[in-house]
């Protein structure tokens, strides 16, 4: 069965600086697809950014980024510039291709100070 | 972009009645829909599948009786809770992929349920 692990509880960032948020994951599959959600205070869940295992490249979006570590099953979102609209919970998830159920890390509740 | 549209927002009901959860997909049809709940400060648990014309499927431990899905068209899911008791408070959102060539869902805005 696959996991998902997110070991930051809770992480703050000053206002313009870069965060790094972590997430690992378990599974025996070699393709596979990686998301990054942002849940504001709202609780709409928001794509910030996806990742397909068989692609090397790591996946961008403006101001966020990851590190796709497929060896190390890792996979980390950068927030660059952080904004205060980035205040949110971020939940890291897993999905087999076709199956569209999604494996959710326990998330990491992102402060941004200004 | 996608839209799925979830109703209410907000329900607040005495224990033992039944509550009914509406999802929508506004703009594109969904044959198959997904229903989490999240309880406070924790991540989303995945309680069951909504499968068009077809009986859902329900993940381990959920209860299929108290919770009763029905999608009876391509745009509309439906998760009635039944005799509710309030540990079935907590937040219900679903969520559906627009198509085969689109491997994310889009969520609806989730329904906070309070059972009194």
């Known amino acids: 069965a696959q996991t998902v692990t997110q070991s930051q509880p809770e992480m703050s960032v000053q206002e313009a600086e870069t965060v790094t948020l972590s997430c690992t994951y378990d599974t025996s599959e070699s393709n596979y697809y990686l998301f990054w959600y942002k849940q504001p205070p709202s609780r709409q869940m928001i794509l910030v950014i996806r990742?397909?295992?068989?692609?090397?490249q790591n996946a961008t979006e403006n101001r966020f980024s990851v590190n796709f570590q497929k060896a190390a099953k890792s996979f980390s979102l950068k927030i660059s510039d952080s904004q205060l609209g980035d205040t949110a919970m971020y939940f890291c998830?897993?999905?087999?291709?076709?199956?569209?159920?999604?494996?959710f890390g326990t998330g990491t509740r992102l402060k941004v100070l200004a | 972009g996608a839209v799925v549209s979830q109703h209410p927002s907000w329900v607040i009901c005495k224990s033992g009645t039944s509550v009914k959860i509406e999802c929508r997909s506004l703009d594109f049809q969904a044959t198959t829909m997904f229903w989490y709940r999240q309880f406070p400060k924790q991540s989303l648990m995945l309680m069951a599948t909504s499968n068009e014309g077809s009986k859902a499927t329900y993940e381990q431990g959920v209860e299929k009786d108290k919770f009763l899905i029905n999608h009876a068209s391509l745009t509309l899911s439906t998760l009635t809770v039944t005799s509710a008791h309030p540990e079935d408070s907590s937040f219900y959102i679903c969520s559906a992929p627009r198509g085969a060539q689109d491997e994310k869902l889009f969520f609806g805005s989730g329904t906070q349920l309070s059972v009194l």
């Open positions: 990742q397909e295992a068989y692609k090397q």
């Open positions: 998830a897993f999905m087999k291709p076709g199956t569209y159920k999604y494996i």
